[in-house]
């Protein structure tokens, strides 16, 4: 397969599950065994790619918090924001401290996405006729955070599926919850994503070795890809329930199954960090085996 093939796969992949609440992980590891070898490098600029992209869908809330701060409302709303990142900064950190790691294989991943799909239906059922607000609570902020955290544990969970989800449960809306995790999502990835490529740079005395082409391509082609499904995916909340995203998810487990089952997946080894902000070793990432 020709390399720049299998870079334009790997971007359609991380620009569509990105913040798809379908866990990147899991598809990752369906798409990894077949393709080239990338750099864990490579994976995190793509993945910066996917999330820079879609800051200019939220304008009208950056647009709010720079000119409107002064207005309570507005202030609550960025301090909401500040603290739910705060929390997974923080867990963040102690996770990397304590020198975290989840010694895995594809049939816990498998039951995340399964367990994650089943738990979109029952919390869609739970929630259905029932009134929900719009307004984003200190307690919502709090656990979307932990949510984050969650994600960052068990592959397969999803860090936008965990977070929307223990959102629906606290009475917030699809769309605000949708929001608010995203908003929360980006500098959380940003964050991470920068700390590991100064790293590289670092560890490298700036002698990456990248094909600097083929990684402007994945980056480029991850923001397309990225921008088109999130726009997409603001305007569908508004109509619709997360109900194909959980059907969806259990279809993918029971392909993981039947891969793992097969012995088309083999054995992986997770460390800790945000499942879909690519916290995870190069072990993990496409093309790695």
């Known amino acids: 397969m020709p390399d720049w093939v ?32 990338q750099s864990d490098l490579f994976n995190i600029v793509i993945q910066s790619g996917a ?25 609550e709303y960025l301090l909401k924001v500040a603290l739910a990142f705060f929390i997974t900064g923080v867990g963040g950190v102690l996770l990397e401290k304590f020198h975290f790691k989840l010694t895995d294989n594809p049939l816990p991943i498998a039951i995340a996405l399964l367990v994650g799909g089943v738990a979109f239906i029952l ?23 932990l949510g984050q955290l ?8 999803s860090r936008s599926g965990a977070t929307i989800l223990l959102a629906l449960i606290l009475g917030l809306s699809r769309s605000a919850a949708t929001e608010f995790t995203f908003l929360v999502g980006i500098p959380t990835m940003l964050a991470a994503g920068g700390l590991k490529i100064v790293s590289a ?21 991850s923001a397309v890809v990225s921008f088109a499904v999130v726009k997409w995916l603001l305007r569908y909340v508004q109509t619709h329930t997360f109900n194909a995203f959980g059907y969806y998810r259990i279809l993918l487990a029971l392909f993981v199954f039947l891969l793992w089952g097969t012995g088309h997946l083999p054995t992986v080894h997770h460390g800790g960090g945000f499942e ?14």
């Open 6 to 37: 299998a870079i334009v796969i790997l971007g359609i992949v991380e620009g569509i599950t990105e913040f798809l609440p379908v866990s990147s992980t899991g598809h990752l590891l369906i798409v990894e065994h077949w393709l080239p070898r």
């Open 51 to 75: 999330v820079l992209a879609v800051i200019p869908l939220f304008r009208e809330r950056l647009t709010q918090f720079i000119f409107q701060w002064r207005e309570r409302e507005t202030r």
């Open 123 to 145: 919390v869609e059922r739970q929630i259905k006729g029932k009134p929900l607000s719009a307004n984003v609570t200190w307690q919502m902020a709090v656990v979307v955070g």
């Open 150 to 157: 969650l994600a960052a544990g068990f592959p397969g969970t």
């Open 201 to 221: 740079v670092l560890k490298s005395h700036g002698a990456l070795g990248e094909n600097v082409g083929m990684v402007a391509l994945g980056f480029l082609v």
């Open 276 to 289: 879909n902000g690519r916290g995870l070793p190069a072990d993990v990432q496409p093309g790695s085996h």
